[in-house]
């Protein structure tokens, strides 16, 4: 049985997983759809980040609304199999020894497919993205998933919507921000924490998006705005784009600052892959049973 989430946190800094989903496209294989398509491929994948020494993993549900599903594959009557699976093979993967976040992820991400389902200025719309992360929470809920993760999202009025519909289950919740500056309504990096945890997030902090440089400088101002534990999942790139990746010991470097910096929960995005975690365990002295 995974231990609680905020109970591991109490105890100290919790390593999570890198970039599931460059990982699997770098192994060949596309999310959400392999997840249903090659579930064994996608365990494999969270089998080798827990190896690594992640102590919690994320189920690879992001895009995985009904709309998002069906604007992209036609696969809109897939939401239950795709959120389901999605939270097994991460289960699975580690034998149900680490907690399992379920990922959603912003109406508005994917909009090159399709309008943006929520408008800031037509409450109708809020309504619809409600119904969308209603429904995939359900699923996550259902399916076993230990906390939820609506992450990435650019604006703090869409996230307080979905941070809402996560609220209406137990779970924990943890709210990774996708920002490196203000988001798209205007609000810092403080300013979100501060909003977030007021509203009942368990956990705040930023993913993807940016590189482990400057996303260190933001979570350490989101330390200093509020007293819930703060998150940092950087990418593995670094100023120069895709074609600078940070090595695995420089990965480790940084968790090490940023736990330094009171920074909780640990760690990484696109880019960042097993042999990522692996160094940063061993940094930061986390031995985990292998599966
Ligand atoms: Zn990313």
């Known amino acids: 049985m995974a231990k609680h989430i905020l109970e591991m946190l109490k105890e100290g800094v919790v390593l999570s997983d890198g970039g599931m989903i460059l990982e699997a496209r770098w192994r060949g294989y596309d999310t959400p759809?392999?997840?249903v398509a090659h579930p064994e491929a996608i365990r494999q994948v969270h089998r080798d980040f827990f190896h690594a020494g992640s102590q919690v993993l994320e189920a690879v549900t992001w895009f995985s609304s009904r709309t998002q599903l069906e604007r992209r594959f036609g696969w809109g009557d897939r939401v239950d199999e795709v959120n389901r699976m999605g939270v097994q093979m991460a289960v699975e993967a580690c034998g149900g020894e680490a907690p399992v976040g379920g990922c959603l992820v912003s109406t508005r991400t994917g909009s090159w497919v399709g309008d943006p389902i929520f408008d800031p200025d037509d409450p109708s719309s809020h309504k619809r993205a409600r119904a969308e992360w209603d429904e995939q929470?359900?699923?996550?809920?259902?399916a076993g998933a230990d906390f939820?993760?609506?992450?990435?999202f650019h604006r703090l009025d869409e996230v307080r919507l979905c941070l809402e519909c996560c609220k209406k289950t137990d779970l924990p919740v943890m709210v990774p921000m996708g920002m490196t500056g203000k988001t798209q309504d205007g609000a810092s990096v403080a300013e979100c924490a501060r909003a977030l945890s007021g509203d009942g997030a368990d956990i705040v902090g930023l993913v993807c998006n940016g590189t482990p440089e400057e996303m260190l400088k933001l979570a350490a101002e989101m330390r200093n705005a509020v007293d819930v534990p703060v998150?940092?999942?950087p990418n593995g790139f670094g100023p120069g784009g895709k074609n600078t990746r940070i090595s695995?010991?420089?990965?480790?470097?940084?968790?090490?600052?940023?736990?330094?910096?009171?920074i909780n929960f640990i760690g990484a995005c696109c880019g960042t892959g097993p042999s990522h975690i692996r160094a940063m365990a061993e940094a930061l002295g986390i031995h985990q049973e292998s599966v």
């Open 33 to 35: 759809t392999a997840i």
């Open 148 to 152: 939820l993760i609506p992450e990435t």
């Open 248 to 262: 695995p010991d420089e990965m480790a470097e940084y968790a090490l600052k940023a736990a330094a910096e009171g």
């Open 231 to 233: 998150g940092w999942q």
């Open 137 to 142: 929470i359900e699923v996550l809920v259902d």
